[in-house]
């Protein structure tokens, strides 16, 4: 139990009291449910499902160590600002379960409520960008729109003059969206999924499975088969690759996506902000470096590593929203491989193959959805049907041709 | 930097280029099944190794180029030509 009585006495006898976080158990022989991928999202599935009465009996099988993947790579950007129906229902749901986790978890997530800023540059941005506002408002969310002289005041170091490259015109923001601790998630949801017993095995690949009269029968792993009444895979980048072990085809590309930090700064930013005139997002972390991202690097991936054009694509965005960071030194930039979907919306699902089910997709934006897909998708494995929350994310909404395109971008994986 | 070899202009950096994806799918006949439409549409083999894919040298000689490419290593395996 974490507890302030609890810091006071281990900071007297030299912090010598502190168990590890969760246990490294040796894989049992069958479990009820077998979880693929220890990321944020397979985590929280773990979690959710081990409060469901009835399923005490769940393995998490992760093929290196918890949360080195998109996990540990992302930029960290919490929000539930979106125009269709499906989309801002189960984001918002995602983002009331944030505002109370790290209550829910009894560890600190860090999430900051700092707002998060969408610039428009046109006035047929502004239009599309007061619509999508509006249509939150009908959903029940916060938006608010900021007008340039809101915006120069909200974020000061903004450049909201007329010689700007792409002259700001005003901005959508959402003041519940916000940040987190990205490690603190899955260490979070790790410790509170192994307190309510659940297996979290590290360093176990799973590298096939048993599939008998079309019904998943168990895996096979690094650390030898595992039976078990439900698979449900949460691989995030990898789900094209592992679901193709168990014959399956998905409407998926695998594409990379970097990110980078600067040198730490004293306080400067204290919200999220995004460009409308290219694609660039910042935000400020506690450590005071600023947090940047951009676009993919357009050309499918399966390698955690990216190329210069992205960055520098990034970096002159950033330098025409906020000309005062040309002077910044660069100090980390990594990658991470993610599933683009061909309507850039998530996969939660069961799949043709009975009791293996799917949780993919997520394109840029699956760390916002982490508690939220967690939840939704610990309720399809118990129940074996989705949530009316995810029902609108079905494999099969391809071939029904009831797609969920936020951006109108037709089916391109890279697009959206 | 990706280098990717155009038959008309020799190796050129990748940002000269726009990727255009798995060039191995088939269009299927204007009258086949809806069904195997969607997945002409839709579904990737999506492989984690070798790939053929195309490239569109917009800024260049504007051919689509196929290419065959290993998407987990980046190395470009062996140079196509003008896209069929
Ligand atoms: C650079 C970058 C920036 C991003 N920024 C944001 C952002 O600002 N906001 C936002 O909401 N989202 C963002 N995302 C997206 C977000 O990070 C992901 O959608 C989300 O983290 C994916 O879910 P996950 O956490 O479970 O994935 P991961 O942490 O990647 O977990 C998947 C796990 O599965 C494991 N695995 C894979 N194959 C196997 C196998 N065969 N056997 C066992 N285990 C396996 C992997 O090792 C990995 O640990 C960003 C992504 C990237 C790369
Ligand atoms: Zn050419």
């Known amino acids: ?416 | 930097m990706l280098l990717i070899p155009c038959p008309h202009c020799g190796p050129r950096s990748h940002i000269e280029f726009t990727y255009a994806g798995d060039a191995t799918l088939r269009r299927p006949a204007d009258d086949a099944p809806l069904a195997e439409w969607a997945d002409y549409v839709y579904l990737r083999d999506n492989p984690h190794g070798p790939h053929r894919e195309y490239w569109h040298h917009v800024h260049g000689c504007r051919a689509y180029v196929t290419v065959e490419r290993d998407t987990a290593t980046h190395a470009i395996v062996t140079p196509g030509g003008e896209a069929s």
């Open chain 1, 1 to 416: 139990m974490y507890s302030f009585p609890r810091l006071v006495r281990e900071a007297f006898r030299r912090h010598s009291g502190w168990e590890p976080t969760w246990r490294s158990p040796e894989p049992k022989p069958r479990y009820d449910v077998v979880i693929v991928g220890g990321g944020g999202h397979g985590l929280a599935t773990a979690y959710y499902l081990a409060k469901e009465p009835g399923i005490a009996n769940v393995a998490v099988l992760e093929k290196g160590a918890l949360g080195l993947g998109n996990t540990g790579r992302n930029t960290t950007i919490v929000r539930s600002n979106y125009l269709l129906d499906a989309n801002a229902h189960f984001y918002e749901w995602s983002l009331k379960l944030w505002e109370g986790l790290s209550q829910e978890l009894n560890f600190n997530v860090m999430f900051s409520q700092r707002g998060v800023i969408n610039l428009a540059h046109s006035d047929a941005q502004r239009d599309q960008y007061r619509r999508r506002g509006n249509a939150m408002r009908l959903n029940g969310i916060d938006a608010v729109w900021l007008n340039r002289a809101e915006l120069a005041r909200r974020v000061p170091l903004l450049n909201c003059s007329d010689d700007a490259r792409y002259p700001i015109v005003g901005g959508l923001l959402q003041p519940r969206g916000g940040t987190a601790r990205h490690d603190a998630v899955a260490w979070g949801y790790a410790r509170a999924a192994d307190a309510r017993g659940v297996d979290i095995i590290q360093n176990c690949e799973v590298t096939g499975f048993r599939i008998e009269h079309g019904r998943v029968r168990g895996v096979d792993t690094t650390r030898g088969f595992i039976a078990a009444d439900k698979v449900a895979l949460a691989v995030a980048g990898h789900t094209g690759q592992v679901a193709a072990m168990a014959g399956l085809r998905l409407p998926i590309e695998t594409h990379v996506l970097q990110a980078f930090v600067s040198e730490p700064l004293k306080p400067m930013l204290d919200t999220v902000v995004t460009f409308g005139a290219g694609h660039f997002y910042v935000s400020q972390s506690d450590k005071g470096e600023l947090v940047m991202g951009g676009d993919l690097d357009f050309y499918s991936s399966y390698a955690q590593r990216g190329n210069l054009p992205a960055v520098q694509h990034a970096v002159e965005c950033g330098l025409a929203m906020f000309p005062s960071f040309s002077r910044l030194r660069m100090m980390r930039s990594w990658a991470g491989v993610m599933d683009m979907t061909m309507d850039g919306s998530p996969i939660i699902s069961k799949t043709p193959i009975e009791n293996l089910y799917i949780d993919g997709g997520w394109c840029y934006g699956g760390f916002k959805a982490t508690p939220g897909s967690g939840w939704v998708f610990a309720w399809t494995i118990a129940k074996d049907e989705p949530h009316p929350l995810n029902a609108a994310f079905a494999l099969d909404r391809f071939r029904r041709g009831a797609v969920i395109d936020e951006k109108g971008a037709g089916p391109d994986a890279k697009a959206h």
